[in-house]
């Protein structure tokens, strides 16, 4: 089993910056790619960025270049540092992570709020 714990998120006006954390515990040997997700009201859950255990990144086109993803091995955490935060960046932010046999786990979600 592996647990993840989100935090960081919170309210922030438009134009500024979080950064949102995911710390994993567990049986952790097993997993390559970790990811935040979001899902805003009404909306499904989107991918909005992935690292790879070897640290390959990719992004969603809709936040490329605001969006960073990062992850320190040794401290079995993930990042997520969003700048120019607009307002339909206000979502729970999850965070994820798949092991090599595709099994996924999932964060509780931590709630971005952009106020404009």
């Known amino acids: 089993q592996v647990q993840l714990v989100e935090s960081g998120g919170g309210l922030v006006q438009a134009g500024g910056s979080l950064r949102l954390s995911c710390a994993a515990s567990?049986?952790?040997?097993?997993?390559?790619?970790m990811g935040w997700y979001r899902q805003a009201r009404g909306k499904q859950r989107e991918l909005v960025a992935a690292?790879?255990?070897?640290?390959?990144?990719s992004y969603a086109d809709s936040i490329m270049g605001r969006f960073t993803i990062s992850r320190d091995n040794a401290k079995n955490t993930m990042y997520l540092q969003i700048n120019s935060l607009k307002s339909e960046d206000t979502a729970v932010y999850y965070c994820?992570?798949?092991?090599?046999?595709?099994?996924?786990?999932w964060g509780q979600g931590t709630q971005v709020t952009v106020s404009s």
């Open positions: 567990g049986r952790l040997f097993n997993i390559n790619t």
């Open positions: 994820n992570a798949k092991t090599y046999d595709a099994t996924q786990y």
């Open positions: 690292i790879t255990k070897g640290g390959s990144t």
